[in-house]
C-alpha cells in the first residue's frame, strides 16, 4: 500500500530517490516498442534519472535553469523530467502539437538552458527558432533516426547525455545527492504552460510545496497502490496527465504504461487493461463510438442481446441514480445554471424501460447481462480490470456517463485547473449527471457576485512566471479566480457553467453559455468538434466538424459515395444525418437555445492552423474571424 503521508519527504527529488531505494526491484514503467512490452524496475528508473541529472550538470545546468522537453509521453520524458528536477532545475513540457513559433515562445519565456526533443520532427522545429533563442545552449535528441548526418556542437543524443553524465559522475559521485539535499520545498521545480485561447500562453509556477500537497487528497480519494496500472497517452505537459503518470505514480506507486503512439491508444488499452483509466470526454466518446461501431456489423441476433443486454444495464444505472439524486432535485428548481442538467437527471430516471423496477429481479438479470455480454464488451474496451475511471478537463454528456454506467464501468467526474491542482471529485456511489462532484479535502470554494467560482486550494500555483499583474489579477487573498461559471447544489456538488468569457448575448437579450451545448453536440458519435455561434445574433448556430472514422463507417454502410472528406462533409445524406444529430439535441433544450442552423467544415480543426490550442480547446475568438463569411451566410436569411 502507499506510504502514510507523514513520511513523505517534501520535495519531489526527495520523493523520487526514496522510492527508488525502498521499490527498487519493482516495476515501475512499461513501454511498447514495435509490439513488445520493455518493463523500467525502479532500480532502471532511477539509474537513468542519475545519468540525466548528472549529464544535465554536465551541461552547464544551474538550480533554478529550466530543462525544456517537447515530446509525446514515453519514458526518457519521465527520466529528464526528474533528472532536471534533482539537480534543482525546472521541468517546462511543450507540446508536440506546438507550431515551432509556439516553441520559441515558450522557451524564450522559461529561459531554458536545455531542450530535450523526442524526434527529427521536433528537432527540426526548434532548429528552425534557434536565432531566438539566446538562452539556450543544447538541444536533446531522443531518438535520433534521420539525424546522424548532423554535426553541431550544441546538439546531443539522449544516450550521448546519460554516458555525460555516467563520466561525470564516475569523478564526483556525490555532487548529484548534493544538489537534491540542497533544494527547498517553496523552490519552482515544474512551469505548465496554459493554452492560450485569448492570448500568449501563461507560465503556471507551481513548487515541490504545491505538487505534494495537490496530489495528496487525490491519494486518499482514489485508493492507488502498487498493485494498480495506468495507461498514459496524453500529452505529459498537461498538469492531468503529469499528476497521474509522474506524480500519483512516486506517490503511489502504480505501474504506468506508455502507450506505443497517441494514436495507438485503442488497440493499447485492451492489451494493457489498467485498473485506473483517466481520460477526457472525447475519449469516452470515442470508446462508446467503437461499440456502437461494432454492433452495427453484429448479426441481427447479435444486435438484440447487445440491445437488451444495455437495456438492463441502463435501467440498473437510472435505479441507483435515482437513489442518490432524486431526493435532492427539490432544492435546484430555482437555480438557473443547473436547470439543464436538472432535467436531464429527471429525463433518464423516469425515462421508460422494459425491465423490472429497482428490485433483487433487477439484480440478477443485471448480473446475467454481465456475464453474457457487458464484461465482454468491458475487455473488449481495455476497461474490464478497471476498478476506477475518470473524465476530466470538460464536462461530460449526460448520456456518455450513464452509457458507462450501464456498461458496468466505474466512471466518476473530476474538475480542476492548471493553477489549482484537481480541486473536484465524484465520491463513491455519488454520480449525478451533469454535475462534476464535491470538494476535495482542504479545498474551498465561493461564488462571485456574477457568478464565477473561486477557489482556495492545496495545490495552489506560486503565480505566473514574468506576469505579476496577471498573477495579482487572478489570486486575491488567497482565492484564485477560475473564469468558470458554476453553481453549488444543497449536498455541495459542482454544476459546470461554462467559462465566463464564452457567455453570448443574443439580441433578444438572452444569455447563453456555449459549453453545455456544444459538448452534447460531439457525444454524438458522429460530431468531433462543435463551435455554437450566436453573440449579439438572433438566434445560435453552429459549426460542426466531422467524426472521420465514424461517418465513413456510415458512408459505406448507407451506400453514400466519397473519397475525401469534403466529400462527406457536403453530401446531403451526411448532412441529413447531422441535421437530425442536432435535432436530438436540441428536443432536450428551450426554444430560445437550440441550434437553428448549421455548416459542415470540410476538414478538422488544426492546432497547426491556431484553430485550437495544443490542449485541443478551440480558439472561438480566432474561428469567428476566419470563418465569418460562413457565419454571416447563415444568418442572411430571416429565420423563422
Given amino acids: ?314 435501467r440498473r444505472c437510472r435505479a441507483r441514480l435515482a437513489e442518490q439524486s432524486v431526493s435532492q432535485l427539490g432544492g435546484q428548481a430555482d437555480n438557473q445554471l443547473n436547470g439543464q442538467a436538472k432535467g436531464q437527471v429527471k429525463d433518464l430516471v423516469s425515462a421508460p424501460a422494459d425491465g423490472p423496477p429497482s428490485s433483487p429481479v433487477l439484480s440478477v438479470l443485471w448480473h446475467l447481462a454481465d456475464l453474457l455480454v457487458l464484461r465482454k464488451l468491458r475487455q473488449r474496451l481495455g476497461l474490464g480490470r478497471v476498478r476506477m475511471a475518470v473524465v476530466a478537463a470538460a464536462p461530460i454528456a449526460p448520456e456518455v456517463l450513464e452509457f458507462f454506467l450501464g456498461l458496468g464501468v466505474p466512471l466518476r467526474e473530476a474538475y480542476g485547473m492548471t493553477e489549482t491542482g484537481v480541486t473536484v471529485w465524484t465520491p463513491d456511489n455519488g454520480v449525478r449527471l451533469g454535475k462534476a462532484g464535491v470538494a476535495l479535502e482542504g479545498t474551498q470554494f465561493r461564488l462571485s457576485s456574477e457568478g464565477e467560482v473561486l477557489c482556495s486550494s492545496p495545490g495552489m500555483m506560486q503565480g505566473y512566471l514574468k506576469n505579476p499583474e496577471a498573477t495579482a489579477e487572478t489570486l486575491q487573498d488567497g482565492w484564485l479566480s477560475s473564469g468558470d461559471l458554476g453553481s453549488f447544489d444543497d449536498d455541495g456538488y459542482l454544476v459546470f457553467g461554462g467559462r465566463a468569457k464564452d457567455t453570448m448575448i443574443l439580441a433578444t437579450g438572452r444569455n447563453v453559455v456555449p459549453a453545455n451545448l456544444e459538448n452534447m453536440l460531439k457525444a454524438s458519435d458522429y460530431i468531433l468538434d462543435s463551435v455554437v455561434i450566436g453573440d449579439r445574433r438572433p438566434y445560435l448556430t453552429a459549426l460542426i466538424v466531422l467524426d472521420e472514422e465514424t461517418v465513413s463507417h456510415y458512408a459505406q454502410t448507407h451506400n453514400v459515395p466519397f473519397s475525401t472528406h469534403a466529400d462527406l462533409a457536403t453530401h446531403p445524406d451526411i448532412v441529413h444525418l447531422i441535421h437530425r444529430e442536432i435535432q436530438a439535441v436540441n428536443a432536450r433544450w428551450s426554444d430560445r437555445e437550440q441550434v437553428e442552423d448549421f455548416r459542415i467544415l470540410n476538414w478538422e480543426l488544426s492546432s497547426d492552423d491556431d484553430e485550437l490550442t495544443p490542449t485541443m480547446k478551440v480558439r472561438r475568438s480566432f474561428l469567428c474571424e476566419q470563418y465569418a463569411e460562413l457565419i454571416d451566410e447563415m444568418y442572411e436569411t430571416a429565420h423563422v
Fill in 1 to 314: 500500500m502507499s506510504t502514510p503521508a507523514t513520511s513523505i519527504p517534501m520535495t519531489l527529488p526527495g520523493l523520487f530517490w526514496d522510492r527508488v531505494r525502498r521499490w527498487a526491484p519493482r516495476v515501475a514503467l512499461r513501454e511498447k516498442n514495435f509490439g513488445i512490452w520493455e518493463e523500467f524496475t525502479w532500480a532502471d528508473y532511477g539509474e537513468r534519472v542519475r545519468a540525466c541529472g548528472f549529464g544535465l550538470i554536465a551541461c552547464g545546468l544551474e538550480p533554478g535553469r529550466s530543462v525544456a522537453i517537447a515530446s509525446e509521453g514515453r519514458p526518457e520524458w519521465l527520466f529528464a523530467d526528474f533528472g532536471a528536477q534533482s539537480v534543482g532545475g525546472i521541468a517546462v513540457g511543450l507540446y508536440a502539437t506546438n507550431s515551432a513559433e509556439q516553441c520559441a515562445y515558450v522557451l524564450e519565456h522559461a529561459e531554458a538552458h536545455v531542450c530535450v526533443v523526442e524526434d527529427q520532427e521536433q528537432f527540426d522545429k526548434i532548429m528552425n527558432v534557434r536565432s531566438q533563442l539566446p538562452n539556450l545552449h543544447w538541444i536533446v535528441v531522443i531518438d535520433p533516426k534521420g539525424l546522424r548526418h548532423v554535426d553541431d556542437p550544441m546538439v546531443l543524443t539522449f544516450a550521448e547525455l546519460l554516458e555525460k553524465g555516467r563520466d561525470l559522475e564516475r569523478v564526483q559521485p556525490g555532487l548529484l545527492d548534493e544538489r537534491v539535499d540542497a533544494i527547498a520545498p517553496d523552490d519552482t521545480t515544474i512551469l505548465f504552460y496554459t493554452s492560450g485561447t485569448t492570448g500568449p500562453p501563461k507560465g503556471v509556477m507551481h513548487s515541490h510545496r504545491s505538487l505534494l500537497d495537490g496530489i495528496e487528497p487525490l491519494v486518499a480519494v482514489t485508493g492507488l497502490s502498487e498493485q494498480d496500472e495506468t495507461l498514459c497517452y496524453g500529452a505529459l505537459c498537461h498538469l492531468s496527465e503529469r499528476f497521474v503518470s509522474l506524480l500519483m505514480s512516486l506517490r503511489c506507486g502504480q505501474i504506468v504504461n506508455f502507450a506505443e503512439r497517441p494514436e495507438t491508444v485503442f488497440q493499447d488499452l485492451p492489451e494493457v487493461s489498467p485498473t485506473f483509466f483517466f481520460g477526457v470526454p472525447r475519449i469516452f466518446e470515442k470508446l462508446k463510438a467503437r461499440i456502437d461501431i461494432d454492433m452495427e456489423e453484429a448479426t441481427w441476433g447479435k444486435r438484440k442481446v447487445y440491445a437488451l443486454a444495455l437495456r438492463i444495464g441502463g
